[in-house]
């Protein structure tokens, strides 16, 4: 039985609550797995994503602002171009079958784009239990831990610069406090209600006033 897929090519500008909609699906070949692409804004501004080709494009409002996943063909270039104000660059990514990559645009010195590129298998899967990452983008950030706020019990320990952590957690309320150097830093980032069998992260990014967290759902498009 065949899996549908969303072409990236085909994205349209539109506010992000009706993207998926309106993204047409197209049937895949049996033997080809699928692979899942998201665009993160992390500085302040619109990050604008036009596809090359069509000449789509998606934008994504604010510093803290995640799409979907969008499902895109496996093993085949996705490029295009990212732009933030005055600055661009150039996006060409490839999505191996079965991977979860998500592309980060930060505010960069000068001129010039900062952008990143996290990838994950997800492997995790529970339907009893929330799986949590934790995405560090903030060179400035030494040995980047999550604690559970008000609680000195480490979630994820010295995670390294463009790396990540995940784990499967029980579901719960769940606020969360970054330490950098074995130090509080900022107030604690307040995550909601956790839900079994859903995934979620957390991205660490600096900002003018110094490292910040972020949080994103990670939720497929459909």
């Given at each position: 039985m065949?899996r549908?897929r969303?072409l990236i090519t085909?994205?349209v500008a539109a ?10 699906l ?11 692409l ?16 069509s000449?789509a494009?998606?934008a994504?409002?604010?510093d803290s ?5 969008l499902v895109?063909p ?14 661009q660059?150039?996006l060409d990514?490839t ?7 998500t592309?980060v645009?930060l ?9 990143r590129v996290v990838r994950?298998?997800a ?6 239990k929330?799986?949590?990452a934790f ?5 400035s950030?030494k040995?980047?831990t999550?604690?559970?706020a008000g609680?000195n019990v480490s979630?994820f ?7 990540f952590?995940?784990r499967?957690?029980?579901p719960?309320?769940l606020s969360?406090?970054?330490l950098?150097g ?8 307040a995550l909601g ?8 992260s957390?991205?660490l990014?600096?900002s003018?006033?110094?490292?910040r967290?972020f949080?994103a759902?990670d939720t497929?498009a459909?």
């Open positions: 065949s549908p969303l085909w994205l506010p992000l609550p009706a993207l998926a909609a309106s993204i047409p197209y049937p895949t070949g049996p033997s080809e797995d699928s692979a899942f998201r665009f993160v804004s992390a500085a302040p501004g619109t990050l604008e994503l036009v596809a090359a080709g000449g494009s998606l994504l409002e604010g602002a995640a799409s979907d996943f895109v496996a093993g085949k270039p996705v490029q295009g171009t990212l732009t933030r104000g005055e600055k660059q150039a990514v999505v191996e079958p079965g991977e979860f990559v592309v645009g505010a960069g010195q000068g001129e010039t784009m900062d952008v994950e298998q492997d995790d899967f529970s339907a009893l929330a799986s949590l995405y560090n983008l903030d060179g950030c040995n980047a999550l604690n559970a609680r979630i320990k010295a995670v390294a610069l463009d790396g952590q995940r499967l957690i029980n719960l309320n969360v406090q970054l950098c074995g130090q509080p830093v900022g107030e604690p980032l209600q956790l839900e079994a069998g859903e995934r979620y957390v991205m990014a600096p003018a006033n110094g490292s967290l949080q759902r497929v459909n």
